[in-house]
């Protein structure tokens, strides 16, 4: 596999935008109790690296629902839905979010070690509501092509 060293903000914009491809099928997501898990692979093209994908959602809750792009341990970009709570509780000292938004990884949080926390909260009303409509614009965000085969966002993709 490649290696790619991130130096700068543009780097980080490169790594989620950059072309990328499944090279297997994505396994299928794993329940629990209280949530719904799904992890694959994807990998780029140009440079022959490796990305890892996260989908996360609530089993009782669905539009509180997290997906993410991880590049050598560092979560580059992560869109959620709804939520206000975390592993430890119920708005315990958390920001709610009313709104889906998305969380971008920044050097500067590289630098603060928070490489898998990124602090850049993007509003992204209008481009998602649900998991579905998340799927589709973090597929397309991230430019990982042929996820129509995979997931269900083939008619969102038209538009």
Not at 5 to 26: G, N, W
Not at 67 to 87: A, E, S, V
Not at 96 to 121: C, F, Q, V, W
């Amino acid at each position: 596999m490649g290696d790619f060293h991130l130096t700068s903000d543009e780097d980080i914009q490169y790594l989620i935008t950059c072309e990328k491809r499944f090279t297997a099928p994505p396994k299928r997501p794993v329940y629990s109790d209280r949530d719904i898990t799904q992890r694959f692979e994807v990998y780029s093209k140009e440079k022959d690296l490796k990305f890892n994908v996260f989908i996360a959602y609530s089993a009782r809750l669905p539009q509180d629902f997290s997906i993410g792009l991880m590049y050598n341990g560092f979560l580059l970009l992560r869109c959620n839905g709804y939520h206000g709570t975390t592993r430890i509780g119920y708005y315990n000292n958390t920001n709610h979010h009313a709104y889906p938004h998305a969380h971008l990884l920044t050097m500067r949080d590289i630098e603060s070690g928070r490489g898998k926390k990124p602090s850049n909260i993007e509003d992204m009303s209008g481009n998602y509501m649900n998991l579905l409509t998340a799927e589709a614009y973090f597929f397309n965000r991230c430019n990982i092509l042929d996820a129509e085969k995979y997931f269900d966002i083939a008619q969102l993709s038209l538009f």
